[in-house]
Nanobody, 127 residues
Framework: QVQLMESGGGSVRTGGSLRLSCVAS????????MGWYRKTPDNQCEMVAS???????YYSNSLEGRFTISHDSATNTLYLQMNSLKAEDAAVYFC?????????????????????WGQGTQVNVFS
């Protein structure tokens, strides 16, 4: 059974930083990719970042280099370091595991049925 448990969300001032964590069980990068989606109030899910077994990372073009995804194989934990946070980064962030993490922005109802999703962690950004 695959379980993904996110943590690290919270409220931060504009320009601040947060690091999200996702502890995975029953799934490793040998099984496929892992990544982060964020869900906005209009129920759109944007692929923020993904990483594969070869360590190659992909990012949403909207991030302007502010986020970094990484994976610790010893603890099977996925991380998302978020710097220079903006108001538009506020969302529920989901850890996702799937054979291929789909890039782009999707209606959440169209994509939530693919792969494995954590329960989500809320990120708030205030000025």
């Amino acid at each position: 059974q695959v379980q993904l448990m996110e943590s690290g969300g919270g409220s931060v001032r504009t320009g601040g930083s947060l690091r999200l964590s996702c502890v995975a069980s029953g799934y490793t990068l040998r099984d496929g990719d892992m990544g982060w989606y964020r869900k906005t109030p209009d129920n759109q899910c944007e692929m923020v970042a993904s990483i594969g077994e070869d360590g190659r990372a992909y990012y949403s073009n909207s991030l302007e280099g502010r986020f970094t995804i990484s994976h610790d194989s010893a603890t099977n934990t996925l991380y998302l370091q978020m710097n220079s946070l903006k108001a538009e980064d506020a969302a529920v962030y989901f850890c996702v595991a799937d054979h291929t993490i789909r890039p782009g922005t999707w209606p959440c109802g169209a994509i939530e049925g693919f792969g494995y999703w954590g329960q989500g962690t809320q990120v708030n950004v205030f000025s």
